[in-house]
């Protein structure tokens, strides 16, 4: 017997085509790639927290998950590789009304723009990072990146990786950002909900996001399709913090943690900064 | 009751971003879907739950679920 109809109500279903440049589809990701479901989660979150357009700017560098800007009809920059947090600190701070998120590869946060990624954290400046970890170099034919999984196969790695993976959350927590989550393409709906506490957030918030390469990383590390890797990598590679707490280390082995992984209060850059303009002006007054 | 059985989903498809990756297909918990060449179609609309995994899920803005 069919669902009744009526128990499943659905509104018109989410109209992605207004946050998106006319003409500009279908985009260059592979079939199967994560980066158009985490875009849509994205723009479902930007949606719900109702910012406009106009307020809003995406900073992205080099790699697949930078494309992301020449789709999305706002203020975009597609800057240098690994430069989009130091281009995105430069928006933020001369212009601190725009809401200013920052789309980054695993590539592209953790190796070429390392540097910038820290300091960015380090100043809690108020801006979404945004870092897409597919855990390969997908747009230059499949290197292993910092995320990569030691043992997995790459095309630089191809009796296996011998280096031990970053973990960008653990990175961005260290240096200092206020907000760090992690969650997955195949979580949707999570996802969704997560990207909103981190827009909501003031402060440098960071999104770690599992998503998956099925063309290169998939090929190399025996994924038969794009499902087939993202129930491997995501569904069954990842636990929440709640089942994980309820868990020993052994039961947990080597998966991921999925969701708010911490949360802190510190000064915000911008308004620091204001306060001395502030505090200088007064005591210039004064005097 | 039996009017609102009566009523099927629509499932749009857009051919020219559809890039056949199956996720669609694989994900749908009814097997609504079927890969068509590289493309996916619309096999058994009967059995849509408008759950719209498939909308969620598509990577390429190509499918969606309309009541």
Redesign the interface.
Known sequence: MAVPAAKQRLSVPFDYDKYLRPGKLPHIWCPGCGHGIVLKSLLRAIDKIGWEKDNLCMVSGIGCSSRTTGYVDCNTVHSLHGRAFAFATGIKFSKPELNTIVISGDGDAMAIGGNHFIHLCRRNIDITVLVYSNAIYGMTGGQYSPTTPAGSYATTSRYGNIEPPFDPCEMAKAAGATFVARSTAYHTKELEKILLQALEHKGTSVVDIIDSCPIYYGRMNKFKSASHMMNGLEKDGTITVAQAAKLTPEEIGGRQLRGILHQAERPEYCENYDNIIVKQATATKGA | ?AE??K?L?RIEIDA??C?????CV??CPTKVLIMKGTIVAVDNL??C????LC????????I????
């Open positions: 009751m609102a059985e009523k989903p020219v971003r890039k056949g990756c199956s996720i694989d994900f009967a059995a739950t408008r759950c719209q909308d969620l899920r598509c990577p390429d803005f190509a969606r679920v309309f009541d």
